[in-house]
């Protein structure tokens, strides 16, 4: 099975809320700060996504709201592979307040079969 790291942004739309993820395999991820992780800005993936349109976005399954929001706009974090450790640690931004059913979502998204651990790099708070 193929693992993945990348950063994900958690969204409340008509279908309630939702994990919309942007990952590359860990075998294309980059070094910093002692993690594997994706080093694609996620302001430029974000806009990446808004370029596709209503239309677009409907057919990959995103979000509207991607359209009508900028990158900030709602909570975001990222999966990266703590090196030290050597396991798949949850690396989120300040205030995002995962549940349990997102804490699977985000599982499934990125380590199918796996464990995802969460870390506190950078100053930045951990899941509870």
């Known amino acids: 099975m193929t693992e993945w790291v990348g950063t994900f942004w958690c969204v409340h739309d008509e279908r309630g809320q939702r994990i ?67 396991r798949f640690a949850l690396l989120q931004a300040e205030g995002l307040d995962l549940t349990s059913h997102q804490h699977a979502q985000l599982r499934t998204l990125f380590l199918p079969g796996g464990e995802l651990h969460s870390q506190r790099p950078l100053g930045q708070s951990s899941v509870s």
């Open 20 to 86: 919309l993820a942007d990952r590359i395999p860990l075998s294309a991820a980059k070094e910093r700060g002692g993690y594997l992780v994706d080093d694609r800005c996620p302001y430029e993936v974000w806009a990446r996504w808004q370029k596709l349109g209503y239309l677009g976005i409907r057919e990959v399954k995103l979000s509207n709201r991607i359209i009508r929001n900028e990158c900030d706009h709602f909570p975001r974090g990222s999966v990266g592979y703590c090196l030290a450790e050597r």
